[in-house]
């Protein structure tokens, strides 16, 4: 576990390099570094570069599935909420990191969710439904 640690701390520095969180993170498959990675939010300019997101999009490539079940990941920083969603839908079997994170103070966090109100917004309600409920049932064919 050392040895998959000391790269996430390899790739942590080169994002505070390039002027990111430094958070670094490596896949491992059967005892095997598959892909590293780091921060590249600011570096990017994209909110989705998470060392975490960054490494399971590169895994998913490097294996040619989206399903990394028999994966593992190390993680400098525990992983934030919306990486913690990739991680399970990429089925990642473990997840092991160095440090819990701080809490944010609630001022930082003012976005609102609003679901819509189904009287006034039945048409396209049913309409999204059907779509969804198509595709899911044709993938069951």
Known sequence: MEEYMNICIEQAKIAAENGDVPIGAVIVQD??????????????????????????????????????????????????????????????????????????KKEYNKTQYVMLDSEKNENVEQMYSSILSSFFQDKRK
């Open 31 to 104: 005892g095997h570094v598959l892909c590293s990675g780091y921060n590249t939010r600011e570096k990017e300019h994209n909110v989705l570069g998470h060392a975490e997101i960054n490494v399971i999009l590169k895994a998913s490539k490097e294996l040619k599935r989206w399903n990394l079940s028999d994966c593992d990941l190390y993680v400098t920083l525990k992983p934030c909420s919306m990486c913690n969603i990739i991680i399970q839908q990429a089925r990642i079997r473990n997840v092991f990191y160095l440090l819990d994170k701080l809490d944010y």
